[in-house]
């Protein structure tokens, strides 16, 4: 019993060691990058969104789904993928296909998730949700987290959407 706890312990240092090292998130760089590359978040949101309309796909992640008997038959989509999320600077995107809603995208830029919580910075095609909070200059200050954290620990999602162009927003998202 010891052992395990022990055991629990270190990860969990670890994790929380790792997550302290992390990146800090910067909004304006990550707007730059949507209006310098906004041709390929165009085209990836058509060929995605049609991929998925034409398979009857609800939920599909990229690259983390291509796998089994059916990668090879959509090896070009693929390789289309891969050539519009490098212009992107990003290594994997996520499509939700909802009925009320066609194709959700989200074009991941940083994001970690652990044992139901995380955070994650995205660009998102036709979000269905922009969250509860809006976005401003001291967002990530010491003091306006702790208020937010108060919230989170409640049961609260920490989300904001910034709107780029054409369906496109830059949503942060940081879930319990």
């Keep these: 019993m010891q052992k395990v706890m022990l055991k629990s312990l270190v990860i969990a240092a670890t994790l929380m060691g790792v997550a302290s090292c992390?990146?800090?998130?910067?909004?304006e760089s990550s707007k730059q990058n949507f209006f310098?590359?906004?041709?390929?978040?165009?085209?990836?949101?058509?060929?995605?969104?049609?991929?998925?309309?034409?398979?009857?796909?609800?939920?599909f992640r990229y690259p983390l789904d291509v796998k089994g008997e059916h990668a090879d038959?959509?090896?070009?989509?693929?390789?289309?993928f891969e050539n519009l999320l490098s212009a992107t600077d990003s290594e994997l995107f996520v499509i939700h296909?909802?009925?009320?809603l066609k194709c959700e995208l989200h074009v991941v830029i940083d994001g970690t998730s652990f044992l139901g919580e995380g955070v994650s910075l995205s660009y998102v095609y036709q979000p269905t949700d922009l969250?509860?909070?809006q976005y401003?200059?001291?967002?990530?200050?010491?003091?306006?987290?702790?208020?937010?954290e108060a919230?989170?620990?409640?049961?609260?999602?920490?989300?904001?959407?910034?709107?780029?162009?054409?369906?496109?927003?830059?949503?942060?998202?940081?879930?319990?």
């Design 22 to 27: 992390s990146k800090p998130l910067n909004i």
């Design 36 to 59: 310098s590359n906004e041709e390929s978040f165009e085209r990836i949101s058509k060929v995605a969104c049609a991929f998925a309309e034409s398979n009857h796909i609800d939920f």
């Design 73 to 80: 038959s959509f090896k070009l989509e693929f390789e289309q």
């Design 97 to 100: 296909n909802y009925n009320e």
């Design 131 to 133: 969250g509860n909070y």
């Design 136 to 148: 401003s200059d001291d967002f990530f200050s010491k003091e306006k987290r702790a208020y937010r």
């Design 151 to 176: 919230n989170r620990t409640r049961g609260e999602d920490v989300k904001f959407s910034i709107e780029l162009k054409s369906g496109w927003y830059l949503q942060y998202h940081r879930y319990p």
